[in-house]
């Protein structure tokens, strides 16, 4: 392939991203779902150019920053609160999944024996959960719901895989490792991959201590997961927790080696780098159909349909069988060794945990990197089958759990939770009084011309409690609260518009300076940076 067609190919993915992530949010609908079926109807879109998905390059160029961008948004108190929960579904989960898929294809599908069940199973175990995370954070689901939603998919990548190496071993020699070699590597895999993780992330936070340059340090940032990743894989360790532990690490420890200016950079950065990589690899899955038929003509394509939506259902069911005493289990362990055990979720949310296993590209790369041929030399028949049920799979769970999760979480009561909101409202009312009160320290030894300053900037963070406190009041004021939420909403988005209205007057004279000879470029160019700090702070507070 010339460089002219990876350039086209290139622009052609990006376009299409673009285009169809911008029909998404209009018909408020998760971009990676409607990427993948948009991709799926171009597939069969004649002279459309074929994309084949390489499993190398999303192992080694989209794993590794996916996993990272994940990881710095990821709440920390929220995982950790949720670590036992998180484990049994990383873990026992992933377990459960892997024999219940090969018990089912080794009884039930004649193509499929134990070992290729497997396999399978190894394949779908680990879940993909941008779609879901997105949708639960739209929605306004319980921190504590989402967390485990979202934590469960940066921790199973790696048991997932560690299963799939496990199918391969016997596959490829026939036999399977011993339950003494089995654990060994899997706590390995663990201990190395969270131990090279942390151990990266404390040299990268003595190296950025040196960095001051906000490109500089975007570049270094970039290179940080794939140096995890590499390093960790390198000593046959879990490259995937390497990553994870590496960005929870930085992310915990950014407030004290990153400038304001920086931080502003690769936050704006890494989110524009990490929509473009999801949206990309969205689209892939859905371009990957004609490939994966290409290879099964032997069945009707009945049948087909037939294996796709049972094995979903096989695994759906599967997965809602594992959370109900999963959840009892985990709290029966926190309440037996934490002195303040969370309480164990309502079955609705336990419900929505298990309607949100959703799987990605993870899934459909590790179908790929299947090897075609045997050890022996003899072909590898059942593949095909395989890949075209990871297909399946990704595909009902993405588009058909992805589409019905929404109306799922409204028809539940589990929409509109406001403790997100009680905490900003609680940070805030914290900061602005730790300011008050300095401020009225500094004027008890103030200069008169100083004291004139410290009362404006006084009089300027009253009415910012002021405000802060008529919202939680608002919000706090009825019983019911829909109304309470809409109502402080309504009160909130008055006092944007109005900070928006004085935000444009002040940017409309600005440009008339500019255009009149009155300032240059690099004076408009300072103000107006000014001017967009804070209508972004006013997207974050609407």
């Not at 929605?139 to 299963?163: F, M």
């Not at 096989?314 to 309440?335: K, Q």
Request: glycine residues 8%.
């Amino acid at each position: 392939m010339d460089i002219h067609t990876l350039e086209v190919l290139g622009l052609f993915l990006l376009i299409a991203v673009v285009l169809f992530a911008g029909v998404a949010k209009r018909i408020n609908v998760p971009y990676p779902i409607l990427l993948v079926i948009a991709g799926l109807v171009i597939s069969f879109v004649p002279r459309v150019p074929r994309i084949q998905l390489n499993p190398d390059i999303v192992f080694l160029l989209f794993l590794p920053p996916l996993l990272y961008a994940s990881a710095w948004q990821t709440n920390w108190r929220e995982f950790r609160r949720n670590i036992v929960s998180i484990s049994m579904l990383a873990t026992g989960l992933v377990g459960f999944t892997v024999l219940g898929v090969a018990f089912f294809a080794d009884h039930f599908v004649t193509a499929l024996d134990f070992t290729s069940g497997f396999l399978l199973g190894a394949v779908v175990a680990a879940t993909d959960a941008v779609a879901a995370g997105s949708i639960a954070r739209t929605l306004g689901l319980s921190p504590r719901i989402s967390g485990l939603i979202e934590g469960e998919s940066l921790v199973n990548d790696a048991t997932g895989l560690l299963a799939l190496e496990f199918g391969l071993a016997i596959l490829m020699s026939g036999h399977s490792l011993s339950i003494h070699e089995a654990v060994l590597r899997l706590l390995w895999l663990i201990a190395g991959g969270i131990g090279i993780g942390l151990l990266l992330g404390r040299l990268m936070v003595i190296i950025e201590q040196w960095i001051t340059d906000g490109p500089l340090e975007m570049a270094t940032s970039l290179i940080v997961p794939y140096v995890a990743y590499l390093a960790a894989e390198e000593f046959r360790a879990s490259g995937v927790l390497a990553v994870v532990a590496c960005g929870l690490y930085l992310r915990r420890r950014s407030a004290s080696y990153l400038s304001p200016a920086a931080r502003l950079q690769l936050i704006g950065a890494w989110s524009s780098l990490d929509f473009i990589l999801n949206g990309v690899v969205f689209l892939l899955i859905g371009l990957q159909l004609p490939y994966i038929l290409e290879g099964i003509h032997e069945y009707s394509a009945w049948t087909l349909i037939l294996y796709g939506l049972t094995f979903s259902l096989i695994l759906i069911t599967l997965r809602m069988a594992w959370v109900f005493p999963g959840a009892h289990i985990s709290f029966w362990i926190r309440r037996r060794f934490s002195p303040h055990p969370a309480p164990i979720p309502d079955n609705r949310s336990i419900f929505v945990v298990g309607w949100s296993g959703m799987r990605g590209v993870l899934s459909l790369a590790a179908a790929f990197s299947l090897p075609e041929t045997l050890s022996n030399g003899r072909p590898f028949a059942q593949r095909s089958l395989i890949l075209f049920l990871t297909f399946s799979i990704i595909l009902v769970s993405l588009v058909g759990q992805g589409l019905t999760l929404p109306p799922l979480i409204r028809w539940l009561g589990l929409a509109g939770n406001t403790e997100l909101q009680d905490e900003q409202l609680t940070a805030r009312l914290r900061v602005f009084s730790s300011a008050i009160e300095w401020l009225q320290q500094q004027r008890e030894s103030a200069t008169e011309t100083d004291i004139e300053n410290i009362d404006d900037l006084l009089d300027r963070y009253r009415h910012r409690v002021a405000a802060v406190s008529t919202y939680d009041s608002i919000i706090h004021a009825t019983s019911r609260p829909d109304d309470a939420t809409e109502a402080a909403t309504a009160f909130f988005k008055r006092r944007i518009a109005l900070l928006r209205n004085l935000a444009a007057v002040e940017r409309q004279t600005l440009l008339k300076l500019r255009d009149e000879g009155i300032i240059g470029d690099d004076v408009q160019r300072t103000i107006e940076r000014e001017l967009d700090l804070s209508e972004t702070r006013f997207d974050e507070l609407a």
